[in-house]
């Protein structure tokens, strides 16, 4: 830092002085500066900031987020489709597990139980595993978080494992559950021990928006063990409950309803009166048009096409609607805003490709992806899948379907279509070549488990070795072992010879005689 003449002057008498003068001025500017963004003054009036918890947060508006949020999507088309496209893209068809104990015959055993529970895995018996997936990540993105049950039933019930699923919409966590209890804590209806681990959730017996389930009792709540519930959310804070997913832009979506409305309006307005007819004198042109209808009722309400007749109308003049600019660009605008806040591509929200090429929307792919990935292997799987198949492998050991409690699984979400299906599948080749991939890797990135497809590739082959059949490389044909009998469904020749003229394929000449 400079100093400036008073500095010096003092320096010359009382050094000591000068040097804590010149840092206290700088230790001053320091404190001083900042960062521009938590500046005060004109330009930021009106920002609230409050440095609450997101626990606080959550329970002051958490509820009205998530009413709100579903009310858009019954009735807002983005917002429906966001959430579909969001659901699609992290589970799909179903994320499917696989036995990994390194036992071939437990594994094999255990695959088979699972996939005969999961058809019976919903406890309405509606649903099987798969399609409960698709609900509770449905119930994540539009109310923000989701409840699963688990609901241990006898072996009298004919479950091949005894357990089920229940789903339960966050309403039935008793929010007014907050405070000490105990040891603990409870936070909107979540009970925690002293050392912070979830003990007990709150739940009310039946919804509390359902006019039934109040008039039984569904105010009440009581504790059910964590153990027994799978509590799935997006966590971006500390924080002990989720919010919609659309939170960020369920403003903007609701002024795009309103825009919309109210362009509709004014059109129609517009289109109301057609024409007017006038009178014929000056006097008379300034009277307003009276409309009666047959019994002599002055009509207030106008429709679409209406001509207007003044007292005396002679002269009739035509309604002339402004035009609209701007309506799309505005919308394109608004949508780009939503899909960012759904984090979901605007192309993928909109269906509207009229302004990307191959590399803009594979790149633009490449990112969502890429967060659909992690969503998937942070979130959900540890979340939902990772407690479902703990309770699927105690219930069956415990019912004495498999001899230990203990399998490690491996997780094969949906594959990803391709928007060049050749140029993956040639990236797919070379990464096995070059050593960079396994093909159980690949195979588990369709979607599919690895073990399953090379014994099913396994059992076709030897099918075809016991019929005597060999593919060619050309798909098209078919060649018996041991005949010349060939199928090739386009009569062309299996191996055509090549016609060559000598005296015009220099390669077929003979060669020239030597002296």
Not at 52 to 70: F, H, K, Q, V, Y
Not at 132 to 153: F, K, N, P, S, W
Request: glycine share 8%.
């Amino acid at each position: 830092m400079a100093t400036n003449w008073f500095d010096r002057a003092i320096a010359t008498v009382a050094p000591r002085t000068a040097a804590r003068r010149v840092l206290a001025r700088q230790a001053f500017d320091t404190l001083a500066r900042g960062y521009d963004g938590a500046a005060k003054g004109r330009r930021t009036e009106g920002w609230r900031a409050p440095g609450s918890s997101a626990d606080t947060e959550i329970s002051i508006a958490g509820a009205l987020l998530r009413d709100r949020m579903r009310d858009l999507v019954r009735n807002n088309p983005h917002a429906a489709k966001a959430v579909a496209v969001l659901v699609n893209n992290i589970v799909g068809a179903g994320i499917m597990p696989r036995a990994a104990s390194g036992d071939d015959k437990l594994d094999r055993t255990v695959d088979a139980l699972f996939a005969r529970w999961s058809e019976a895995a919903d406890a309405d018996g509606q649903l099987d595993f798969y399609g409960l997936q698709t609900l509770i990540c449905r119930e994540m993105v539009e109310a923000g978080e989701v409840l699963v049950r688990r609901r241990l039933r006898r072996s009298s019930d004919g479950l091949p494992v005894p357990l089920q699923l229940q789903v339960l919409e966050a309403d039935f966590l008793d929010a007014t559950k907050t405070g000490s209890i105990g040891n603990g804590r409870l936070v909107q209806g979540i009970e925690f021990d002293a050392i912070g681990k979830r003990r007990a959730y709150w739940l009310h017996a039946e919804h509390p928006g359902d006019a039934y389930g109040a008039l039984r009792g569904g105010t009440n709540s009581r504790p059910v063990p964590a153990i027994d519930i799978a509590h799935v959310y997006e966590k971006q804070r500390t924080q002990a409950r989720g919010v919609p997913w659309g939170a960020p832009v369920i403003r903007s979506l609701r002024d795009l309803d309103d825009y919309e409305v109210a362009e509709i309006v004014r059109k129609k307005t517009e289109a109301c009166v057609t024409a007017i007819v006038f009178g014929d004198d000056e006097a008379q042109q300034g009277i307003a048009p009276a409309v009666v209808d047959a019994d002599g009722n002055r009509v207030e309400q106008f429709e679409p096409g209406l001509i207007a007749y003044a007292r005396g109308g002679k002269d009739i003049r035509f309604n002339q609607p402004s035009a609209t600019g701007g309506y799309g660009d505005y919308k394109r605008a608004s949508l780009h805003t939503i899909s960012a806040g759904f984090r979901v591509p605007y192309e993928l929200l909109t269906g509207d490709l009229s302004q990307v090429n191959y590399s803009s929307i594979r790149a633009g792919l490449v990112e969502f992806r890429r967060m659909i990935d992690a969503v998937q292997w942070q979130l959900f799987i540890p979340m939902l899948c990772a407690p479902v198949w703990r309770w699927f492998t105690e219930a069956a050991w415990a019912a004495g379907r498999i001899p230990t409690p203990d399998v490690p699984v491996e997780w094969s979400p949906p594959k990803f279509e391709a928007v060049d299906p050749q140029k993956d599948a040639m990236a797919n080749l070379l990464s096995i070549r070059s050593g960079t991939m396994t093909l159980a890797e690949v195979i588990a990135q369709q979607g599919r488990n690895p073990d399953a497809v090379l014994a099913e590739i396994a059992a076709t082959n030897a099918k075809l070795d016991a019929l005597g059949l060999v593919l060619d490389s050309d798909p098209r044909r078919v060649t018996k072992t041991g005949s010349a009998q060939t199928s090739d469904p386009t009569n062309e020749p299996a191996d055509p010879k090549p016609t060559t003229d000598p005296e015009t394929d220099p390669a077929q000449a003979e060669p020239d005689q030597q002296d």
